[in-house]
């Protein structure tokens, strides 16, 4: 068996490993098995949205493999969270990608990885869900953790989108608008309206690592969505029309992998 049969065969054994790990959550509790369905559902979509971000940025057969693989079990923590405290709230539970590289450290699956790619794995997934990523010396550890938080913010506004809504009237955290039109991130934590979760969505645009993914976001018209069901104040105005300059000029970037 060559190199490149070797990773379609690890492929195989870590994806059937997954698809029968988040099975063995299902629930006659109807909200449990809604939320694990969920979970489920998105581990899907990310895995294909990471052989497309693969494909866009010419990954070599082995660096596909990981991509897929980081986006495979990214979200493994979320479905022992939710089965534990009905919430996918870290701030009221865990932090489930700590977890999940807890459990990852007991599958069979991981120990076929090289050091350095379980290395690679490992910071990519404890880094997904960080308000940024941590520093490292390794171009490929950056680039990978990079590649799977803009797949899974791609996937979230899919996730979403049915529970938008435009009637909402608690206005937006003075902190979040003063971000919001600074081009930062807030700290998730003190989100305290449903306005300030719309709004933290925009601000994601702006952690976006590659135009790849803020073309797939945009032909969605999910940024557009968001903006119409906002206040529309003069703050929140100039607020877009600053993400509007900063979307043009991110979109006509070429993307790079290793920088």
């Not at 699956?109 to 010396?137: P, R, W, Y």
């Not at 899919?158 to 930062?184: H, M, N």
């Not at 976001?217 to 903006?227: A, F, R």
Request: hydrophobic share 40%.
């Amino acid at each position: 068996m060559n190199e490149n049969q070797k990773t379609a065969q690890h492929w195989q054994d870590a994806l059937s490993w997954m698809q029968a790990y988040m099975k063995s959550f299902y629930s006659d509790n109807e909200e449990i098995q809604k939320a694990i369905l969920i979970k489920e559902e998105h581990t899907k979509k990310v895995v294909n949205l990471s052989e497309k971000l693969a494909e866009h940025l010419k990954l070599d057969m082995h660096d596909e493999f990981l991509i897929k693989f980081i986006g495979l079990f990214h979200d493994i923590g979320r479905f022992k969270q939710y089965t534990l405290y009905k919430t996918f709230n870290d701030g009221k539970s865990v932090n489930h990608a700590a977890l999940g590289l807890e459990i990852l450290q007991e599958i069979p699956i991981m120990q076929k990885l090289s050091s350095d790619d379980c290395e690679l794995v490992n910071f990519a997934i404890g880094n997904h869900n960080a308000k940024q990523i941590e520093a490292a010396t390794d171009p490929r550890k950056i680039a990978f953790a990079k590649m799977i938080r803009d797949i899974d913010k791609l996937d979230i506004f899919r996730v979403l989108k049915p529970y938008l809504t435009y009637d909402d009237i608690e206005p937006c955290s003075l902190d979040f608008i003063e971000q919001f039109k600074a081009g930062g991130q807030c700290d998730y934590q003190k989100m305290r309206t449903q306005n300030d979760r719309k709004l933290v969505r925009l601000l994601w645009i702006y952690d976006l690592n590659y135009s790849w993914t803020l073309q797939q976001i945009l032909q969605k018209n999910y940024i557009e969505e968001i903006i119409k069901s906002l206040p529309q104040t003069n703050d929140m105005q100039q607020g877009f029309s600053i993400l509007y300059k900063y979307i043009k000029k991110k979109a006509a970037q070429q993307d790079i992998v290793f920088s």
